[in-house]
């Protein structure tokens, strides 16, 4: 549930990064005016606050786990908002806070759950969203080329495809009958072209007129132009099964391509680790929470769509097919893991 909290005036330098004081002090800097109030809309421990001005105004206030990661989120922002990309507009950075423009919709993982929802349509805003976001940064090649590489470090590929073996002795089901080593080469992608990696639907909001925009930039990097995308369609509140996401992906100007459905099934199948560790520690979520907090989907409808979206996709490339069979165990395995859930 969204928590708030009233903004307390400090002396500068007085406060404790992160605490109400030290928002509300580097908002009073930004913005010439004061704080009233301070929301989580999505819990405590997020990285970013919705903070109400004095004049009644809304933006949302971010501080990331580093000085350095906030200021690069702030210098992206500003740069993708100038060349009119569909991403919140960048207020302004102060030691270590990044103010941004609140923008008013529903996310993405909210509107693509409503029973009219128009799932293709909905979808295809999406990607076009994240590739005009992706085609505005890659003309600005001063920026784009000092974004850091993504999934590049050294074995970063063997662990990765190693993720389903190990989900798999958790469960104890058989792990996918693949070359986890040719799988690895398979996905190895040199830091060619800009993409923001963490793309779940939680990180987007559609506004009252359609469109999309898409937030949280503070991971953005350079890989093979596809992973955005690939996230989205492993993400579990991603509710288009797999020919429809292949519709969307067409609507939004994205062909598929090997790269794509490869990172799409391995993030699908991470995803479902993650789901698994939140159910063993948690048990299951309440749906409709999970989608308005951007939380992890824990629930066996979530699970039952990734499955089925993850396994109708791996069918169609020889590299993660093996993983056609493996969904379905996987998802039958979580769900005995915990107790009912919406």
Do not use: Y
């Amino acid at each position: 549930m969204p928590t708030s909290t009233a903004a307390p005036s400090t002396a500068p330098g007085a406060c404790t990064p992160g605490t109400a004081a030290w928002i509300s002090e580097r908002v009073r800097r930004l913005t010439g005016l004061g704080v009233a109030s301070i929301e989580l809309p999505g819990g405590a421990g997020r990285g970013s606050a919705e903070v109400v001005l004095s004049d009644g105004r809304r933006m949302i206030a971010t501080r990331r786990a580093t000085p350095a990661r906030t200021a690069t989120e702030a210098v992206v922002l500003h740069a993708l908002s100038r060349a009119g990309a569909p991403v919140p507009k960048a207020v302004g950075h102060h030691d270590g806070l990044l103010l941004q423009e609140r923008v008013e919709g529903a996310r993405l993982s909210v509107a693509l759950a409503a029973p009219d929802a128009d799932r293709v349509a909905l979808g295809g805003a999406a990607v076009a969203a994240l590739e005009a976001c992706r085609k505005r940064l890659a003309r600005l090649p001063q920026l784009a080329g000092r974004l850091p590489g993504l999934g590049t470090r050294s074995g970063w590929t063997d662990d990765f495809v190693s993720r389903p073996a190990f989900l798999s002795h958790d469960l104890r089901i058989a792990p996918p009958a693949c070359d986890f080593g040719a799988l690895a080469r398979a996905i190895d992608a040199a830091p060619a072209h800009p993409t923001r990696w963490d793309a779940r639907t939680g990180n987007a909001v559609v506004r009252p007129d359609g469109r999309v925009v898409w937030f949280d930039w503070d991971v953005v990097g350079r890989r093979a132009g596809v992973e955005d995308v690939a996230w989205l369609l492993a993400d579990e509140h991603w509710t288009p099964d797999a020919a429809e996401s292949v519709e969307a992906l067409r609507a939004g100007g994205v062909a598929t391509s090997p790269m794509l459905v490869r990172m799409a099934v391995l993030l699908a199948a991470a995803r479902m680790g993650t789901i698994h560790a939140r159910v063993a520690r948690l048990g299951w979520a309440d749906g409709d929470a999970a989608r308005a907090d951007d939380g992890i989907g824990a629930t066996p409808g979530a699970v039952d769509r990734l499955a089925a979206r993850g396994a109708a996709l791996a069918t169609t490339d020889a590299v993660v097919a093996p993983f056609a069979e493996w969904f379905p165990r996987a998802a039958s395995a979580l769900r005995g893991t915990g107790g009912g859930g919406g």
